[in-house]
């Protein structure tokens, strides 16, 4: 159950952003199906496919594109990851598929767009980022900028404003009886986070030298520091009365305070200050310390760390997924039950409900198997 339950949606199967589209869908409440080829990963191995139902079709086999095309015809949504021109040749292209149904939503998520000289050339989010200005912007060390995960370009520019653009387009289609492409390129996506940024930079704001500005690690009121345990902790002190905070905890109010806290060439001895003071205690002190604060100081914690946080534990942050514990959907919706919102199924192959679904037979899905257009 979940604000689009009704929804429709057919995912052909890839990887990264796409099918954390497809799962975010799902946790949405869309009845997500998955096209996958005949070499399919086992459930084990498939982690974003929560909340998900497949079938094996072996697209390049005679017959193929006909099948998918009676799945989407009773379906809102499309989305698929290749790069431009796979599905055409598939016969399975936009056109093909908004033939049979006008009103379909077809998103289509790359790393380049389905145009422009790069379109057809291969990446990863790392490229895409670096293009964008979004990882030459972070501070790194001899090995160049920090590479930040994968969570920018694949999940955040990439899958998220797939799942955006779908449904803002399925709601014009509510209003026009017309469906349309939306065309997701994860260096596009990359380069809308980096809104704030670019405006700063070219305002003045910002320089072009990594971790030397105020929320890359400059200002030593937003950055991590060393505990006497060697463990880490995250501060975010911006804002004057949470800085004012900070510095009264430190017990360095008498030589920083509102007035000094973004005088620049303070920084130096402010950062030094912190460091000494963070340096003569562990980590678990400091959380205690500001355990009711809003100095804005937390733990950087491990991934098994947060798994066990209770902090998480008391919001049900995470949920049990076949053999794996992974995040819970989000965000949370107040006509969802709590139990909904946790109740996350594994991936499911129902090859043979799908083809009862658009009207295929015993018999005829017996023939589809035994032809290898339908892999059981």
């Known amino acids: 159950m979940g604000p689009l339950q009704g929804i429709r949606v057919v995912e052909m199967a890839g990887i990264g952003p796409a099918p954390f589209a497809g799962m975010m869908l799902a946790d949405l409440g869309a009845t997500v199906i998955r ?96 293009l964008s200005g979004v990882l030459g912007s972070i501070a790194g060390s001899e090995h160049g900028p920090t590479i930040p995960l994968n969570l920018v370009g694949d999940f955040g520019g990439g899958g998220m404003l797939l799942v955006a653009g779908v449904l803002a387009a399925l709601i014009e289609s509510h209003r026009t009886g017309r469906g349309q492409v939306v065309d997701a390129a994860m260096v596009d996506g990359s380069l809308l986070l980096m809104t704030m940024i670019y405006s700063m930079f070219q305002d003045g704001g910002w320089s072009a030298a990594p971790g030397g500005n105020l929320l890359d690690g400059g200002a030593p009121f937003y950055r ?47 950062e030094a200050a912190f460091e000494k003071e963070f340096a003569g205690r562990s980590r678990s002190d400091w959380e205690e310390v500001f355990a009711f604060s809003d100095a804005c100081v937390t733990p950087v914690l491990t991934m098994g760390e947060s798994l066990e946080h209770p902090f998480h534990q008391e919001r049900g942050s995470f949920v049990k997924v076949g053999g794996f514990t992974q995040p819970a959907p989000a965000p949370r919706f107040s006509h969802q039950t709590d139990e909904d919102r946790r109740s996350r199924p594994e991936l499911s192959y129902d090859s043979r409900g799908i083809l009862e679904e658009i009207g295929v ?13 339908v892999i059981e």
Not at 98 to 115: D, K
Not at 255 to 264: G, I, L, S, T
Not at 361 to 373: F, N, S, T, V
């Open 35 to 130: 096209i996958d080829p005949p070499k399919r990963p086992g459930i084990g191995a498939d982690l974003m496919g929560r909340g998900k139902r497949a079938i094996a079709i072996d697209a390049k086999k005679p017959g193929a594109s006909e099948l998918i095309l009676r799945i989407v015809d009773r379906s809102s949504i499309l989305i698929e990851g290749f790069r431009p021109g796979v599905m055409e040749r598939l016969g399975l292209g936009p056109e093909q598929l908004m033939a049979v149904n006008p009103r379909l939503i077809y998103g289509r998520m790359t790393g380049w767009g389905q145009e422009g000289s790069k379109a057809t050339r291969s990446g990863h989010d790392i490229n895409y980022i670096s």
């Open 224 to 270: 991590n520091y060393r505990t006497k345990d060697d463990r880490w902790l995250a501060v975010g002190a911006l804002e004057p009365q949470f800085f004012n905070e900070l510095v009264t905890t430190l017990g360095v109010g008498d030589r920083f305070n509102v007035k000094n806290q973004y005088d620049h060439q303070l920084w130096p001895e402010m």
């Open 361 to 373: 037979d015993r018999d005829e899905a017996d023939a589809l198997c035994a032809q290898g257009l």
